[in-house]
């Protein structure tokens, strides 16, 4: 899905350190009628965070809480830039 997606850049998605979560998240989205440009932010963004963060990695248990303060953070600091 995500070389369907992402036709020039899906090696970056793909090459991810969640990159089998992203490839299930976008499936996923898929199966609940996001259409493709809105499909793409998502997960744009949703590769940004945890690529940013040493805690996530594929395939490993995290906490929620600590995924969402992530997300809040890196939202916040694209503000300031």
Known sequence: MLRDLFPRDYERY????????LDAFATWLASQGHMRHPLRLHLRRAKDVPD????FLSGSMFHEADLRAAFVVAKADAYLV
């Open 14 to 21: 793909e090459g991810s350190r969640c990159g089998a979560e």
């Open 52 to 55: 940013q963060s040493s805690r």
